[in-house]
Each structure stands twice: as C-alpha cells, then as structure tokens.
C-alpha cells in the first residue's frame, strides 16, 4: 500500500510539473491597419493582440520612424502617421515585437462629417470617430491638414442639449463654448501653430454673434443687435479673413470681415447669405447666394459679384470657393424643377459641371479642392448618402442613415 501511494504521489507530481512549464504568448501581434495607405498628420487604426493598454509603452515604428499613439487598449491602437516613407510598421511593447504590416505612405482624401451616430473623419473611405460628449446633432463641419495633424471644426450636443462650437486636433475634442447657450464653428484654418476657427454663439438677448476664436480666445465680429453668422475663415500673412453675413434689420446681408473690419459685399436691396471665403495673393474671393427667383450662386472676387449660371428658373447656392492660379472652382446646388429638388454640382470659371442626376435626388455638393490637376468635391445625394467626387466619379462613404458630408482637403 505505500508503495501504491507513493507512485501516485509521483505520478502527479509529474503533471504539476508538465502544468507549470506551460507558456502564453504575449508578443504584440497586427491583424490589420486601417487606412494602410495616409499621409502624415492622420490618424490610422492598428488592430491585433496583446498590445498594452498604456499608450506610452506601445513603441510604434514605421520605416523605423517613431510613431505618436494617441490612444491604446489590448487589441486597438490609434496612432498619428509621422513625415515618413513607405514601409513596415510594427509594434514593440515589453513583450517582444509584432510581425511587419507593409504601411503605403502617401496622399489622403480627408472629409469631415457626420452620421446620427456622431462627428466623423473620412481618411481615404475609413471612418474614424471624433471624440464626444454624448449622442446628438454632433458634426465635424471643415478639415484643415498640416504636416503632422489633421483639425476639424464642428459642434456636439452637450449635457443641456445645447450645440457647443468645438474643434477636434486628430481626434481629440476642444471646445471652444461653455454649452451655456447654442454656438456653432463652421471653418477651421492653421497658421503656423496658430488655430483659427469661425462660427457664432447666441448672445443673453437671443442673437447669433459672429465669432472667430483664435487658439480658443473668441473675438466678436458683430455687435449682437441683429443675428449674424462668421461662415468660413483664412489667413494670408498676417491678416485674417473671415466670410459671413448679417442681418441689417431688413434681412442677412453677405459681408466679409478684414481684420475685423467689415466689407459689405451684397446691397441693402437683396437677401444674401456666404459661405466660403479664399485669398489668393491680393485677391479675396467670397462665394454665397443672393436672392433672385430663387436665389443665384454667386461669387465676388474683390467685391465684385458674378453669378454663376444654374441653367433653371428655380435659382443655386454656392457653398465652397477654391482658387489655383487664374481658375475659380465653386462647389454648390442647383434647383431643378423646384426649391426642395436640387443637383450638386460645381463650377470652374464659371462653367458648370453635373455631379448627381436631376431625378428627385436633392443632391449638395458641401466642398471643393483641388490637389495637382485633380477635382475633388464632397457632398450629398439625398438625405442618406454621402459621398465624394475625384473628378466627377463617384464614391460613396456612408448610407445607413442620415449623414452630411462638410469638408474635403487632400494632402
């Protein structure tokens, strides 16, 4: 009987023993990167394994230049692309390194947005949320782009379920209002490291103020005795430019502020609204509306209007104003067969180009820029679909719900 229960003392000894040589693999591992093609400045979603959930002992490389996480958990990484080249990317933590992941390292098609689900950034067709502070009307309205970060200007619903002007650095929320009363920021522009954003704020009497805040410090542009709206913003030198409108008592008068000081752009006798403003050289370029049937698209360039041709009765708006060298390009709508079916479309010189079908599609392009010898516009068509247009083809981004596609930049 001993010798029986010794052998079994034995015995388990050995399997407590085989148990504990038993090893877990907790090298880091990649399964994906999401876009694995960007340019530097964007944010890129890297997914897999065994990552650590402090942001600073994730070591990302590519092409062995150091890579800025912004955020970490187990099986996600969020990371800033640096200035680099194409090549392997691959994760270091204390644990070992990860496999190679070949990142393509060139132009990104940035839109900003949003969706019922909240504010978003479309980098190359990959949408990546904007931080928040709870579901509601949040929208990323303008996208900027420097060489290492990507800024988008909008709003969210706060606690009070008031709109809060805000801007997002990559992903990350600033907000510009306390969320005691409504405000909005439609326009974002770098200069240097300084962050210039328009929009306005209603003021204790219930007016909109026209507003843009320097590197989160407000300066009114009006006087808060009639509502008024900053609508876009640029910087050209020193100086600081800002498109908008404002209502005189007898309806919103389109304008544009130098430095602060008003220029008014549309006569005391028509409604007319901007939404877009570019300096090119000594020229400022301003696009809107002005009421005619139904309202014209237009442009000034120095304060001089032209209309832009609609090819209807039923009027257009401008909504986006973009200059190269001599061409003007304007993104907008046109109304087709009433004032609630429109087209988008965009004009270059004053020549108009069809971006949706004129059958019932109620169709806005939002925005306009031009990269080399290429058209891109974002926009809608329809309540449920955004999209963008590279030279007059297509790609849809999102159509499961109600979106609104703002802003285009490409870098």
Known sequence: MKTTFFSVIILLSGLLIGCSTETIDTTPTITTVSPSTAAAGTPIEITGKNFSTTATDNVVKINDVNVTVLSASETKLVVKVPVTTSGNLVVST???????FNFNYGKSILIAGGTYAGAYLWNNGTAIALEDEKTGS?????????????????????????LT???????????????????EAYSIFMNGQD??????????DGQSVAKYWKNGTAISLSNGIH??????VFI???DVYVSGYEDN????????????????????????????????????????????TYGDAVYWKNGTMVILPSGTTYGANGTSVYVKGTDVYVAGKVYIDSPQNSQAVYWKNGVKTNLTTSTNTNGEAKSIFVYDSDV????????????????????????????????????
Do not use: P, R
């Open 249 to 292: 008592g007898m309806g919103d008068k389109a304008k544009y502020w130098k430095n602060g000081i008003a220029v008014q752009l549309s006569d005391l006798d028509h409604y007319a609204q901007t939404s877009s403003i570019y300096v090119n050289g000594t020229d400022v370029y301003v696009t809107g509306h002005v009421t005619g």
């Open 376 to 411: 891109y516009v974002t926009g809608n068509e329809g309540q449920y679909s955004g999209k963008y247009w590279k030279n007059e083809i297509v790609t849809t981004l999102y159509s499961s719900s109600a979106c609104s596609m703002n802003g285009i930049i490409v870098k």
């Open 165 to 183: 002007a805000c801007y997002w650095k990559n992903t990350t929320l600033v907000k510009l209002t306390n969320g005691s009363t409504t405000a």
């Open 227 to 232: 509502d008024a709206t900053a609508t876009g």
């Open 236 to 238: 050209n030198g020193s």
């Open 94 to 100: 204390n644990s070992g390194i990860s496999n190679k």
């Open 138 to 162: 949040n929208v990323a309205n303008s996208v900027f782009a420097t060489d290492n970060d990507v800024y988008m200007a909008g709003s969210i619903t706060n606690s009070n379920n008031h």
């Open 195 to 204: 962050i210039y954003v328009a929009g306005y704020e209603i003021n204790s």
